[in-house]
């Protein structure tokens, strides 16, 4: 369904009978539930296929109601005001209470919480009264989806309802701040990048460091190596591209007349190539190539996301 009142209505109900819906935010669209169900959450991880120790992220749609959930210090107020709604999702100690079920944070102390800024999210949340809980809408270790028909092709029928907003604006992942170390650390890059949270903040944020060795079971889940992968194999900085690759191209400079190719961004706009990363990725995907190689990616700003995604999804 399109978004309208009716859709509204529909997805308010569909999630107070423990059903599952598929969502637009800004960054990719989740597979929502209402989080203080225990049945609901179940058919989320089993959809997904998701190991059961990786919590998802709940969505709320006022600071009120995430500090009816987790402990807000004035650091974490400080930056909810500054960015939410939008794409950053904070780890907080969590407050038990059955607004959240624990099988939703997998047991930890720790809970994940972020504003979305889309609207009919919001209100959706609103008129439910409670959290809903959604990791991305793509099967787990996959690549993300970024436009309903994503999620209709990977779990089709299987989704109760899926409202279809067109593509999400930012096509990537919200960035994971860890508020509960010390130094506050990120732990997942994303669309806002550290600097621009140490300088609202004034202290020290430890960035993500993509080569630190990863346990299996990290105190983060989720974070393990291997995520975002299209079938066919991803071989990164590639110029040239094999008869046999397709090719995911970035920029200007390589004007071959290759088949299949797209290009992130011909005009080398970073912002505009992590909104069609996992959306390309996807289409590159079905020619069922040998391999899709990937041009080089400028290694700054979101393009450190664009970077780090690419590397998971071709470890
Ligand atoms: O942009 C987004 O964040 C999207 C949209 C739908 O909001 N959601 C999303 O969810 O990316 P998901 O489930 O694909 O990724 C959530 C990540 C996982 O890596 C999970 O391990 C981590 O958040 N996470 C959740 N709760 C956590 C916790 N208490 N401590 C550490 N990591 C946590
Ligand atoms: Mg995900």
């Not at 600071?63 to 500054?82: F, H, P, T, Y």
């Not at 960015?83 to 999702?89: A, D, E, N, Q, Y």
């Not at 028909?149 to 960035?175: M, N, P, W």
């Not at 993509?210 to 990164?236: D, I, V, W």
């Amino acid at each position: 369904m399109n978004e309208s009142e009716d859709s509204l209505k529909k997805a308010v109900l569909f999630l107070r009978n423990e059903k599952l819906v598929a969502l637009k935010t800004e960054t990719v669209y989740g597979l929502a539930c209402e989080s203080g169900s225990s049945k609901a959450i179940k058919k989320v991880y089993n959809l997904k296929k998701r190991p059961l120790f990786n919590p998802l992220i709940i969505h709320v749609n006022s600071i009120d109601l995430a500090e009816k959930i987790s402990v807000i210090n004035d650091d974490s107020r400080k930056i909810m005001e500054e960015f939410w709604p939008g794409p950053l999702t904070l780890i907080l100690t969590r407050k038990k209470n059955n607004l959240v079920h624990k099988f939703a944070v997998s047991g930890l102390e720790t809970i994940a919480i972020r504003i979305p800024s889309s609207e009919f999210v919001l209100k959706l949340i609103s008129k439910l009264n409670k959290p809903i809980a959604a990791p991305s809408a793509n099967e787990s270790g996959y690549i993300s989806a970024t436009d309903a028909a994503h999620v209709v092709d990977s779990f089709g029928e299987k989704v109760d309802l899926i409202i279809d907003s067109g593509r999400t604006e930012y096509g990537v992942e919200s960035t994971i701040l860890d508020m509960t170390t010390n130094p506050y650390e990120i732990k997942r890059l994303g669309v806002i990048d550290y600097k621009t949270i140490i300088k609202k903040l004034g202290k020290k944020v430890k960035n993500l460091n993509f080569k630190e060795k990863r346990p299996l079971r990290p105190n983060s889940p989720g974070q393990m190596l291997k995520h975002y992968a299209p079938k066919t194999p991803l071989r990164l900085n590639i110029d040239k591209p094999n008869l046999d690759d397709a090719f995911l191209d970035f920029g200007n400079k390589n004007t071959i007349s290759h088949q299949p190719t797209l290009n992130l961004s011909k005009s080398s706009n970073l912002k505009e190539a992590a909104f069609n990363l996992f959306y390309f990725l996807r289409k590159l995907d079905k020619y069922s190539k040998k391999r899709i190689v990937v041009a080089p990616i400028p290694d700054q700003g979101i393009g450190k996301t664009i970077n780090e995604r690419l590397k998971r999804a071709a470890s």
